[in-house]
């Protein structure tokens, strides 16, 4: 086996075998993923189970809430914007593409505030679900 072969070999058995670990890793990551989804689809049995999905609920109501602000800002801005004579139509429309976000704002605000009452909806009810097993 001349230099050239035996380096190409070696450089093919190392880059298998860093394949073969990021394959593992991969596989890894999918079945914590897989495990974190079973434990968020299963039934809470525990009061301490309950809490932990009340505080799970809280924590995406927050990020609703931040969507929702983000989205209102954005509104804000284009708001801002379609009073600029440049930004409308001759007959002093706004123009379209600043009428499709001003609805893609509107709706996204809308529907990630129903989400955030959503989840404080069911946050609360996962307080009280953890109250009722304590006895309180």
């Not at 799970?56 to 602000?69: I, M, P, S």
């Not at 409308?88 to 605000?109: D, F, S, T, V």
């Amino acid at each position: 086996m001349t230099m050239r072969n035996v380096g190409l070999t070696l450089a093919l058995i190392t880059a298998g075998s860093l394949l073969g670990s990021v394959a593992r890793a991969g596989e890894q990551a999918a079945q914590q993923t897989a495990s974190k989804k079973d434990a968020e689809m299963s039934v809470p049995a525990t009061a301490d189970e309950h809490l932990a999905r009340a505080a799970a609920y809280q924590e995406k109501a927050a990020a609703y809430r931040e969507d929702a602000a983000v989205h209102r800002k954005m509104f804000a801005d284009y708001q801002r914007q379609t009073g600029n004579p440049a930004l409308q139509n001759k007959a002093g429309q706004e123009l379209p593409w600043i009428a499709k976000m001003r609805k893609h704002c509107e709706g996204y605000i809308k529907d990630a505030e129903r989400l955030a009452a959503d989840a404080d909806g069911f946050a609360e009810f996962h307080r009280m679900r953890a109250e009722e097993m304590r006895g309180k």
